[in-house]
Nanobody
């Protein structure tokens, strides 16, 4: 079984920065795609960013483009989300997700078969 463990969430003022980490562990895991989603209270889980493991190609939601950066460390099986210029509307539980092969679009939850437990990010105004 593969486990995804997120860390790095917390409380920050508007305009501040946070870096989220997601480490994959467990049985041998060949990652095809890793991504970040978020879910605010009363809202559906939404795509934030994704990275293809083999090529490093990155994808972003329009709402975070230019402010967030997704990156990976192949040796550590870890993906990061650097979040700058945070806004109160970025407040949500952030989830790490991974896919071991192509399962669907990178921006859809159905494209991933492993999920972390989530980490809370709160941005105060």
């Amino acid at each position: 079984q593969v486990q995804l463990v997120e860390s790095g969430g917390g409380l920050v003022q508007a305009g501040g920065s946070l870096r989220l980490s997601c480490a994959a562990s467990g049985r041998t895991f060949n990652s095809y795609l890793m991504g970040w989603f978020r879910q605010a209270p009363g809202k559906e889980r939404e795509f934030v960013a994704a990275i293809k493991w083999s090529t490093g190609s990155t994808y972003y939601a329009d709402s975070v483009k230019g402010r967030f950066t997704i990156s990976r460390d192949n040796a550590k099986n870890t993906v990061y989300l650097q979040m700058n210029s945070l806004k109160p509307e970025d407040t949500a539980v952030y989830y790490c997700a991974a896919a071991d092969r192509y399962r669907g679009s990178y921006y859809s939850t159905s494209g991933y078969n492993y999920w972390g437990q989530g980490t809370q990010v709160t941005v105060s105004s």
